[in-house]
């Protein structure tokens, strides 16, 4: 009986964390919205994930212009609007959306969420992620003619990232507000990856080139006019020095030798 009391404590407890904490599933950017990949990055708001990883209470204008297919599934109301992303609107207090991110750097990170409302006091949302608490949003009503797309950036908070996958979620905490877009800066210096190794400069050509079939290189031709020619050069031009001075010698004895008769 009271293994039974604590496998069914267990079940209870596990569940009760399964509704707690978002799941990863069936993101709808595939692999997950990239953080970190660039200084800033942008979480917008009409990509939330589907297979039911939100939470709607009912639709009050049945606008699904920028997610069709959450029309049959009865999930978050969208359109197009003036903020260059789309938006979520028609909010109520309690709902919520959730995106899967895949972090590429690890490092702080600042969020600021693009807000837009037309009451006042104006909505506001809080952000998680892995449900922990990075900051609430509070959107102010900015009138004009269409003061739901007026839209203006309101600081979040900022958390440490790990690289990993994870979730954002945004509650809207009072539903009068339509939101755009989260901005996520980086607060360091994005790696940049090492620029690739310089081309080998070519050799100089140092001497004859090897045959293609791999044998031994032709050897380099002999210089004409080398050291055996200019002995032999050297050699009878003294022979013919040494033979003049024997014919003067000669020449210079017989004529002594003749004045001496007389």
Same mark, same amino acid.
């Given at each position: 009986m009271a293994r039974r009391i604590s496998a069914v404590?267990?079940?209870a407890v596990?569940?009760?964390?399964?509704?707690?904490?978002?799941?990863?599933?069936?993101?709808?950017?595939t692999g997950g919205i990239k953080v970190g990949e660039k200084e800033k990055s942008y979480i917008e708001a009409v990509l939330f994930d589907g297979d039911g990883n939100y939470h709607e209470t009912g639709a009050?204008?049945?606008?699904?212009?920028?997610?069709?297919?959450?029309?049959?599934?009865?999930?978050? *109301?969208?359109?197009?609007g003036s903020s260059g992303f789309g938006n979520i609107g028609w909010t109520s207090a309690g709902e919520w959306v959730q995106y899967t991110i895949n972090v590429i750097n690890p490092g702080r990170y600042k969020f600021e969420a693009m807000?837009?409302?037309?009451?006042?006091?104006? @909505?506001?949302?809080?952000?998680?992620?892995?449900?922990?608490?990075? @900051?609430?949003?509070?959107?102010?009503?900015?009138g004009g003619?269409?003061?739901? *797309?007026?839209?203006?950036?309101?600081? /979040?908070?900022?958390i440490d990232l790990a690289e990993s996958t994870g979730v954002i979620k945004v509650e809207f905490v009072n539903g009068a507000v339509n939101f755009a877009v989260l901005e996520v800066t980086a607060l360091f210096e994005i790696p940049t990856e090492p620029p690739p190794p310089p081309e080998p400069e070519p050799e100089p050509d140092g001497g004859a080139e090897a045959p293609a079939? @791999?044998?031994?290189?032709?050897p380099a031709p002999a210089q004409s006019g080398g050291s055996n020619d200019d002995d032999d050069g050297n050699g009878m031009i003294i022979g013919i020095i040494i033979a /003049? /001075?024997?014919?003067?010698a000669i020449? /210079?004895?017989a004529v002594v030798v003749t004045k001496k008769k007389k």
């Open positions: 404590l267990i079940a596990l569940i009760g964390a399964l509704t707690v904490i978002p799941v990863l599933a069936e993101p709808y950017v009050t204008n049945a606008n699904y212009s920028e997610r069709p297919e959450m029309e049959d599934e009865g999930g978050p *109301q969208t359109e197009g807000l837009a409302s037309g009451t006042s006091p104006a @909505g506001n949302i809080n952000v998680l992620y892995n449900d922990n608490l990075i @900051g609430n949003a509070v959107s102010e009503n900015l003619s269409e003061p739901w *797309q007026e839209y203006a950036m309101y600081d /979040v908070g900022e079939d @791999g044998g031994a290189a032709d /003049v /001075v024997a014919v003067i020449a /210079v004895i």
